[in-house]
């Protein structure tokens, strides 16, 4: 069983900074990787950023890249995401996903495990 819980998130001034992490516990052979996506009120859930299972590769939403960045810890059990420069647009609730086993892209449907889902909250 795998269980993902996001940290707490919050309210930050545009052009601002935030750093979400993500602890994971057990299961790391039953997932192909982990990422972030994230869902705004009245809108549908849509991907941010991944990284594979061993660290090797890391992907983005164009709508995030030169401004957040996904790392993982040594021991592989937390993931993060640093979000610089941010934007009204990013306010969302961001959720931590887990890929199942043989997904090959970073659809909803390919994620096996969702975290609850953290607020953020970039001011106009």
């Known amino acids: 069983q795998v269980q993902l819980v996001e940290s707490e998130g919050g309210l930050v001034q545009t052009g601002g900074s935030l750093r979400l992490s993500c602890a994971r516990s057990?299961?790391?052979?039953?997932?192909?990787?982990m990422g972030w996506f994230r869902q705004a009120p009245g809108k549908e859930r849509e991907f941010v950023a991944a990284?594979?299972?061993?660290?090797?590769?890391?992907y983005y939403a164009d709508s995030v890249k030169g401004r957040f960045t996904i790392s993982r810890d040594n021991a592989k059990s937390t993931i993060y995401l640093q979000m610089n420069s941010l934007k009204p647009e990013d306010t969302a609730v961001y959720y931590c996903?887990?890929?199942?086993?043989?997904?090959?892209?970073?659809?909803?449907?390919?994620?096996?495990?969702w975290g609850n889902g953290t607020p953020v909250t970039v001011s106009s």
């Open positions: 990284i594979s299972r061993s660290g090797g590769s890391t």
């Open positions: 996903a887990a890929r199942r086993l043989g997904a090959t892209s970073w659809d909803i449907d390919g994620m096996a495990y």
């Open positions: 057990g299961g790391i052979f039953s997932v192909s990787g």
